[in-house]
């Protein structure tokens, strides 16, 4: 039986529509609650697991404190490293597009600067614009499944290093307001993480490509030649028939596995407020093709 059969026998009436061929399924007719039984639980994560990323319409009536409940059924609620989390809150993390830090428009994967990175977020649309701001997801297992066999065995043998200090000003469109926000408060402690660039899914033994906005350098290899590697990886994870774009309405839910997804919140939306809250469901540390585990720099 498939993941959205059963999950619509475990709550009548729920339906899951694929989004992508490859990435990306909505629910429908569920309400989300910190109250769900546990096998429906263990039906979304299933989902989850399956699509990478999945989608909620109508889930207005959750709150803070109902949208970190629900998001503690999925793990172990944790603060950003940096950022902490908002007053009363366990872990949520507000991204408001007027405040630094607020359009994280690149190509990344949460936390991945840290050891042990987020493994599951929880984002909930507050406010949005009555154009743009979308979220593009894209599929870092298929991304690998698609490697030339000689390119995998080379990304299976990379390690990298991953920062929260990074080219931010090389790499997006940046208002002073970021600045400041990724000067004082984003980098005012430093972390590095060397990560193998192949990780083994921990629950579906999948090989994911773990790369993105936060990787320095890959270590060993020279920067241009580097360079040049990461292009060729990144483009593979990119690709538009490896990604799903979620038009958001407020009220929406999107959860993602961070293992093996990368996001892009699109800046089309000009001065236009937009408002989202994430809560963070923490992680475990990478562990390579070959055993090896992700290994701190500095934290």
Known sequence: MSTAALIGDIIPGSDVVKRAARIGAEVKNIELSGDLPDHTIVAINSLLLEHKVIF???????????????AARLGKLVPHPMLGAAKGTASLLELDSTRGGGRADVWHADGTFAEAYPKILVLRAVVMPTFGGDTVWSNT???????????????????????????????????????????????????????PVVRVHPETGERTLVLGALVKHFIGVPKYDGQKLFEVFQSHITAPENTV?????????????????????????????RVVRRATIDGDVPVSVDGRRSVPRMK
Do not use: C
């Not at 207005?60 to 409940?69: V, W």
């Not at 299976?156 to 080219?167: G, I, M, P, T, Y």
């Not at 208002?175 to 993480?193: A, G, M, P, Q, W």
């Open 245 to 273: 774009r979620w038009n958001w309405l407020e009220g929406d839910i999107a959860i993602w596995d961070n293992r093996a997804t990368q996001h892009y919140a699109v800046n089309d939306y000009g001065d236009q407020h």
């Open 56 to 70: 909620f319409r109508n889930q207005g009536h959750l709150n803070d404190a109902e949208q970190e409940r629900f």
């Open 141 to 195: 297992a298929a991304a690998y499944l698609d490697l030339p066999p000689p390119l995998q065995r080379l990304a299976d043998e990379l390690w990298a290093v991953h920062s929260n200090v990074f080219d931010y000003a090389g790499i997006a469109r940046v208002r002073d307001v970021d600045k400041k926000h990724f000067d004082d408060v984003f980098t005012s402690r430093i972390f590095e993480t060397e990560h």
